[in-house]
């Protein structure tokens, strides 16, 4: 199910057939509906798969090798791929350091980071969190000392998604800690994770998967030509990077298939003859819906203006939140089947509750807390006092 506040043209409408006939049949039954990510050798087996397709990176311009897609193409892109139960594409390569290399990069740095981005022969993860440094991320710590034209690089990274799969990390450093102001002296280094002197180590999230690793670093020396625009202007670069971010954590269309996952399992469990229960579900249907119509004038506005800026907050906030809300109502309508992690039987198939919900809990943190978001809308959206 899904409301769409906008209707396809003939020729999107064809390009929306050919999508959903493609995936039919490409994307085989074991990488459908994962609440969690699939192994990495899956999922990077579906980005090849899509990148052969030249469906890989929607949004990027065709000089650099991507699709150039219309607006209208992505969103149809990311609901088919949604509703199909697609696992999601890594998003620090194609969403995020992509996008940061065509804007603050240079040439040279496109040229050689950027294919391998799209074939999924390189794989990134984000440097910005440490213990100490993550709702207040100008506090990080890691210090990179400039020595014979190298970065010398001492310190460690945490919470970094997908660490011990990559190749590249594109993390921040402080690189001036004589600066004025805290944001001041930092740089935005991409690093080969195969250089001497790393150290990864997974954690193992209350879902139960490896999403995340800590990762030290000891006299790693990486060139200067690796800081992406100027020395000790990080933070520029690094809050450009985190718009992007709290965009794509938006989808309405994997809200949509939550609620279908409630619906499924209220009918099966007979919550759904619960009027309390109804109501709530009504509600939070009704904000889903809300939601995607905001989705669809941010996503235009992002198209426009190429970054989405304060909005992103907002779209955060309001995404995840009510993802939230939905897998609270699936644990109340899955009843005493919501302590399983198996997937429970429903009249309409198999769905998964407890690993969906416990996946969702993170989706308030990360890209920065909820309550970051409405400290960064009070003070520069409402102009609030601080
Ligand atoms: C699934 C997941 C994946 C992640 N992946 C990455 C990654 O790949 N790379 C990376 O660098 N980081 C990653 N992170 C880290 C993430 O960015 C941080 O967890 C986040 O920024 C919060 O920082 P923290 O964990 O240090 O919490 P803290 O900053 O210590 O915050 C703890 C609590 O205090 C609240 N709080 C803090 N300051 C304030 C304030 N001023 N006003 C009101 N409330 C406040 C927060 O909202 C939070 O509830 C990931 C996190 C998760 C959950």
Redesign the pocket.
């Known amino acids: 199910m899904s409301i769409s506040f906008r209707t396809d043209s003939k020729k999107e409408k064809a390009f929306r057939d050919e999508v959903k006939s493609w995936i039919a049949n490409t994307l085989p039954d074991d990488l459908r509906g994962w609440s969690t990510r699939p192994p990495f050798h899956r999922a990077i087996w579906w980005h090849r798969q899509l990148h052969t397709k030249g469906w890989i990176a929607p949004a990027w311009p065709k000089c650099y090798g991507g699709m150039e897609a219309t607006l209208n193409q992505q969103i149809i892109l990311k609901e088919e791929l949604a509703r199909a139960g697609a696992p999601e594409i890594s998003a620090?390569g194609i969403n995020h350091v992509g996008p940061i290399l065509m804007q603050f990069g240079s040439e040279g740095q496109r040229e050689r980071y950027l294919p391998p981005i799209l074939t999924g022969d390189e794989t990134w993860?984000?440097?910005?969190?440490?213990?100490?440094?993550?709702?207040?991320?100008a506090n990080l710590r890691t210090r990179a000392e400039i020595y014979d034209g190298e970065l010398i690089i001492n310190g460690s990274?945490?919470?970094?998604?997908?660490?011990q799969h990559s190749d590249w990390i594109y993390a921040?450093v402080r690189s001036d800690p004589d600066a004025p102001r805290k944001q001041a002296g930092i740089s935005f280094v991409l690093v080969d994770l195969k250089t001497p002197g790393i150290d990864i180590r997974p954690i193992k999230?209350i879902a139960g998967d490896e999403?995340?690793a800590e990762v030290f670093f000891q006299d790693v020396h990486v060139p200067i030509e690796n800081v992406v625009g100027e020395l000790n202007d990080g933070w520029r670069v690094a809050n450009a990077l985190l718009a992007h971010e709290r965009l794509g954590t938006a989808n309405p269309q994997l809200l949509f298939e939550a609620l279908d996952r409630v619906k499924k399992v209220a009918k099966t469990t007979g919550a759904i003859k619960d009027p309390y229960f109804r109501e709530r579900l009504a509600e939070t249907d009704i904000d889903t819906v809300g939601f995607a119509a905001m989705f669809a004038h941010a996503a235009e506005i992002a198209n426009a203006e190429r970054s989405l800026g304060l909005d992103a907050s907002v779209m955060k906030i309001h995404g995840t939140e009510i993802l939230q809300r939905i897998c609270d109502l699936l644990l109340e309508a899955a009843g005493t089947n919501a302590s399983i992690l198996e997937r429970i039987e429903t009249d309409d198939g198999p769905v998964e509750i407890a690993p969906l919900f416990l996946q969702v809990?993170?989706?308030?943190?990360?890209?920065?807390?909820?309550?970051?978001q409405?400290?960064i809308i009070s003070k520069r959206i409402l102009g609030l006092p601080t």
């Open positions: 620090q993860c984000q440097g910005y969190s440490e213990p100490g440094a993550g709702s207040d991320l990274k945490i919470w970094t998604t997908w660490a921040l999230t999403e995340f809990r993170r989706a308030t943190i990360y890209g920065g807390s909820s309550e970051i409405r400290n």
